[in-house]
């Protein structure tokens, strides 16, 4: 690992725990995707979370943020971040910015990126941290994603950091040919990690493993009625 003079003893510090993050974590666990790995080491966790989780940004847990949210384990951003299969010259959307972390991965790995957040104060908070790290290819939208973001469509890459009912099918609609769509589907205690490949026009849909995920509330997910506790 490279260090430069002007680090703080603190931020050195911060460093090292992510360099073992995403070798114990990630790396460890199967993700081979070399630029996933290295948006993993480059993008600092530890601005994404509240002040009183720092010491355990790099801890290989969910940890809470503000609204009653969530950030996402590590190695579920790698994970989904590697299903998506990018390549660098993608226009991604991303449903559920939360703290903005995962948006600041794909930032490393698009060209472009939008993510859309239903919760005003967490959008505006990812919009300012974003901006603190000269993230300049990430849009923030505030509102409803589980209509996608149609305006912007066709995306090359969709990735859903909520649990969602069912596939919504506008969602499908917004991806171009050859894209994917990875997104939890499922009740709200466990959902399965889904990969839905337009191809020819049509669903090609693949089931990777469980997960667990806060709702994605909204037109086409859970109705706040319907949600989990
Ligand atoms: N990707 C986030 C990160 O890197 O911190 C973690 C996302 S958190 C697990 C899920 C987020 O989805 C929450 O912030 C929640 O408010 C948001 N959400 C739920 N339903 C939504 C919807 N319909 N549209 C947009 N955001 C939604």
């Given at each position: 690992m490279e260090v430069s003079n002007d680090e703080s003893p603190e931020e050195i510090r911060l460093k090292e725990l992510?360099?073992?993050?995403?070798?114990?974590?990630?790396?460890?666990r199967g993700i081979r995707d070399k630029r996933v790995l290295e948006a993993m080491?480059?993008?600092?966790?530890?601005?994404?979370?509240?002040?009183?989780?720092?010491?355990?940004?790099?801890?290989?847990?969910?940890?809470?943020?503000?609204?009653?949210?969530?950030?996402s384990q590590p190695y579920m951003v790698a994970w989904m971040?590697?299903?998506?299969?990018?390549h660098g010259?993608?226009?991604?959307?991303e449903i559920g910015t939360g703290s903005g972390y995962q948006a600041a991965i794909l930032s490393k790995l698009a060209r472009s990126v939008y993510t859309i957040e239903r919760i005003e104060a967490l959008s505006n908070l990812a919009r300012r941290v974003l901006e603190e790290l000269v993230i300049q290819n990430v849009e923030v939208v505030t509102g409803d994603g589980s209509a996608g973001?149609?305006?912007?469509?066709?995306?090359?890459?969709?990735?859903?950091?909520a649990g969602a009912p069912e596939v919504p099918p506008c969602l499908v609609e917004q991806l171009s040919e050859g894209a994917r769509l990875v997104i939890p589907v499922g009740p709200s205690t466990i959902q399965m990690l889904t990969v839905v490949e337009k191809q020819k026009g049509k669903p090609i849909v693949s089931e990777e493993g469980s997960c667990v995920f806060v709702p994605l509330v909204g037109k086409y997910g859970w109705k706040e009625r319907r949600q989990a506790s």
């Open positions: 992510r360099s073992r993050m995403v070798k114990e974590q990630i790396k460890s080491l480059e993008i600092p966790r530890h601005r994404f979370v509240l002040p009183e989780f720092i010491d355990r940004a790099y801890d290989d847990t969910p940890l809470p943020i503000l609204e009653g949210q969530t950030i971040t590697e299903l998506l299969d990018l010259d993608e226009k991604v959307l973001l149609p305006e912007h469509a066709p995306y090359d890459g969709i990735i859903v950091t």
